[in-house]
């Protein structure tokens, strides 16, 4: 098969394309239906995101205050789409000992008021195959509210329910913390998924990376890297059952309650395209202005770029969604490569992944006739 790009190639995505067989959505059954599958977290993109993946191999997160709205939307539009709706407590509610989970009060009158089993019950109703647990956003240090969530979600009993821990970025960058996370994961009666809250990349700095690695690998319930970008691949090829990526930065992260995101330039809307070769996000304005500002731009051969210059999108909403399309298709191309692959054969794989990126900065320099730097997490993901 073709080369994604023009002028660099990672070998370990070339050959894909094969026919896979159908794979049944296992309602019902949790750990069954997350295993080995790729989310694509989405939220006012969903409708686009779901007409572009391989339900076979991959599903939907549904998140947003609309989520319910949409998924019963995509129920009836892509009757075989499997898709999770996200409760909106990721981002709008921190949890306390007392309410670790977002239950809403009963109105005046109401005659049910909610109930966790309620609140389970609706997301099922509305489309989810399986449904994630409420919970808040809970603080670095917050023990006794960690293991107040962990009590709640093991008197759930039943078996379509997803533990959602969403934990601040300083739980990884104190060793003993990180431990209690392993702990309390490993005593879920539930799969996990596991999310962490900053308003930038959570697990940017080395100390971060070297520590999310290692909960997948101290693990020994099933876990899904959840709202995280490059990393989770690194997770999978390390004991995580699934991973759950977005195609826009605000997806590949929680963001704490109450504040935005933080980016550099505010003004620069220019979409943050995935270059699966080179194993990294890079803003599409920044590749025209740093890497290709006197060369053509390498062209993309997925069904978003149609073989044209990857660093062509710039501010305009139809660019933005055009380039976060594309990210669809990368993150697509990569999982595909491991579909079917055992534990052992996805360790190997991803080393041969990081080999591969690690040979495509070198074309990518002799292209561009400058040097570029290889960023801080490929060089940790290739210590192992």
């Known amino acids: 098969m073709m080369n994604n790009y023009s002028s660099i190639v990672n070998p370990s995505l070339t050959g894909l394309g094969l026919v896979r067989a159908t794979r049944t959505i296992e309602r019902g059954n949790a750990r069954a239906?997350?295993?080995?599958?790729?989310?694509?977290?989405?939220?006012?993109?969903?409708?686009?995101?779901?007409?572009?993946?391989?339900?076979?191999?991959?599903?939907?997160?549904?998140?947003?205050a609309y989520g319910h709205r949409r998924a019963k939307i995509l129920r009836d539009t892509h009757p075989g789409l499997p898709l999770i709706?996200?409760?909106?407590?990721?981002?709008?509610?921190?949890?306390?000992?007392?309410?670790?989970?977002?239950?809403p009060e009963a109105e005046e009158n109401e005659l049910f008021p909610p109930t966790l089993d309620s609140i389970l019950d609706s997301a099922i109703a509305h489309g989810s195959v399986v449904a994630m647990t409420p919970t808040g956003q809970i603080d670095k240090g917050d023990s006794a509210t960690l293991k107040a969530a962990?009590?709640?979600?093991?008197?759930?009993?039943?078996?379509?329910?997803?533990?959602?821990?969403?934990?601040?970025?300083?739980?990884?960058?104190?060793?003993?913390?990180?431990?209690?996370?392993?702990?309390?994961?490993?005593?879920s009666r539930h799969p996990v998924a596991l999310a962490f809250i900053d308003r930038k990349n959570p697990i940017e700095s080395g100390k971060r990376l070297r520590a999310y690695r290692s909960i997948f690998i101290e693990s020994t319930n099933d876990v899904i890297a959840y709202r995280t970008d490059m990393a989770g691949f690194d997770a999978r090829a390390h004991g995580a059952i699934a991973a759950a990526i977005g195609a826009l930065p605000s997806a590949r992260r929680v963001t704490p309650k109450?504040?935005?995101?933080?980016?550099?330039?505010?003004?620069?809307?220019?979409?943050?395209?995935l270059v699966a070769d080179l194993g990294r996000f890079a803003k599409s304005k920044m590749m025209r202005n740093v890497w290709f500002i006197d060369r053509?731009?390498?062209?993309?051969?997925?069904?978003?770029?149609?073989?044209?210059?990857?660093?062509?999108?710039?501010?305009?909403?139809?660019?933005?969604?055009e380039g976060h399309l594309h990210n669809v298709y990368e993150l697509e191309r990569m999982h595909a490569a491991t579909v079917g692959m055992t534990q052992v054969e996805?360790?190997?794989?991803?080393?041969?992944?990081?080999?591969?990126?690690?040979?495509?900065?070198?074309?990518?320099?002799?292209?561009?006739n400058r040097p570029i730097s290889v960023p801080a997490d490929v060089v940790i993901w290739n210590e192992d």
Not at 85 to 103: D, K, L, M, N, R
Not at 150 to 160: K, P, V
């Open 85 to 103: 709706i996200e409760p909106t407590s990721i981002g709008g509610y921190v949890a306390t000992v007392a309410a670790p989970f977002q239950i």
């Open 346 to 368: 996805l360790h190997a794989w991803w080393h041969e992944f990081i080999n591969g990126v690690l040979g495509a900065y070198p074309q990518l320099e002799t292209y561009i």
């Open 296 to 321: 053509p731009g390498i062209t993309c051969s997925c069904a978003a770029c149609h073989g044209r210059s990857i660093d062509r999108l710039f501010e305009m909403d139809e660019d933005r969604a």
């Open 33 to 64: 239906f997350v295993k080995d599958r790729l989310f694509h977290v989405a939220g006012g993109n969903v409708f686009e995101v779901a007409g572009n993946i391989d339900p076979n191999t991959s599903a939907v997160v549904v998140s947003g």
């Open 258 to 273: 109450g504040k935005g995101g933080r980016a550099s330039d505010p003004t620069d809307l220019a979409p943050h395209m």
């Open 150 to 187: 962990l009590a709640l979600a093991n008197e759930i009993d039943r078996n379509d329910v997803v533990f959602l821990l969403n934990l601040s970025a300083g739980w990884l960058s104190d060793d003993f913390l990180r431990k209690q996370i392993v702990a309390v994961i490993n005593r």
